[in-house]
């Protein structure tokens, strides 16, 4: 495999709408409560949520293997370091780098958002190394799901409002629960497909504590939350986030998916999930802009 196609397996491409969407859902209700696109802040947000998303895949691609989670009796999508492709110390230098330049792209955007934005970074750069480093890794406990509800949702969202705004949106928490809550749902259907090798390792996720029935009613429920909260973004005086509902028939289906996969089966739901959840965001967003414009 050639390089590039090693690093760009690495990075997980899949999975940077989560860095996407709830940046866009920001700025518009950003635009929509009157503020002014600031296109080099929105540049800059873009990039540094996308650098700290690619730092923790790599870290989590190369950490995994070292604490033997990544073995051969795993059926997930191919992971660099796992499969001998890259060693464990170049694909940690990956995530450094990554981090590093979210960091700089960090100092600007404190310059533009001073201490709420240092706090959110330095939060956000840190949960990203805790993720799967340190000596206890959030994805090895119940918690992963809600890290990334929180920091790929309401964080992302809030913070992505402040930096255009100035000012914090109490509709920014309810729509960054419906953007991140799908994006937990991922996380929920990669530990479930894994809960075997996880229990091994010793690795004990939320699948773990709620085993097969739970995990099944979990997932609906993630998928199905951005329905009652885009209903309450709507009657609080946003009713263009209501677009969002186009997404909501695609997460019934994979609802029913999700309840009859087994093995590899699970990629397609998780990948499909995954799509579905950045659509989500993108609709929202857009939907939001077109009321606001119109």
């Excluded at 866009?24 to 696109?37: C, F, Q, S």
């Excluded at 504590?209 to 329905?227: D, E, K």
Aim: aromatic share 8%; proline share 5%.
């Amino acid at each position: 495999m050639r390089v590039a196609r090693v690093w760009w397996t690495a990075i997980r491409p899949r999975t940077l709408g989560i860095a996407i969407a709830p940046v866009a859902v920001g700025t518009a209700l950003a635009v929509a409560d009157g503020a002014r696109i600031d296109w080099l802040v929105l540049l800059a947000t873009l990039a540094s949520a996308l650098l700290i998303q690619i730092g923790t895949n790599l870290h989590n691609d190369a950490a995994d293997f070292e604490r033997g989670t990544d073995g051969p009796r795993r059926v997930g999508p191919l992971r660099v370091t796992a499969a001998g492709l890259a060693s464990p110390a170049a694909v940690k230098r990956g995530a450094v780098l990554a981090f590093a330049a979210a960091l700089a792209l960090g100092g600007y955007l404190v310059a533009v958002g001073g201490g709420v934005i240092l706090v959110i970074g330095c939060a956000s750069l840190l949960a990203g190394w805790a993720y799967s480093g340190g000596p206890r890794p959030i994805s090895h406990t119940p918690l992963g799901e809600s890290f990334v509800l929180f920091f790929f949702g309401v964080l992302a969202v809030c913070g992505s409002h402040w930096l255009q705004a100035r000012a914090f949106s109490p509709l920014g928490v309810a729509a960054g629960i419906a953007v991140g809550a799908p994006f937990a749902a991922v996380l929920l259907v990669n530990n479930f497909r894994d809960l075997e090798t996880d229990l091994l390792s010793g690795r004990r996720t939320l699948a773990a504590l709620l085993g097969r029935a739970g995990c099944m009613r979990a997932y609906v429920l993630l998928v199905l939350l951005p329905l009652p909260l885009l209903g309450s973004i709507a009657l609080a005086g946003r009713p263009g986030v209501l677009l969002g509902l186009l997404a909501m028939p695609a997460f019934a289906r994979l609802a029913v998916r999700f309840r009859a996969a087994s093995g590899q089966g699970f990629n397609a739901v998780l990948a499909g999930t995954a799509c579905q959840g950045s659509w989500l965001g993108l609709a929202m967003a857009a939907g939001i802009l077109s009321a606001h414009l119109l």
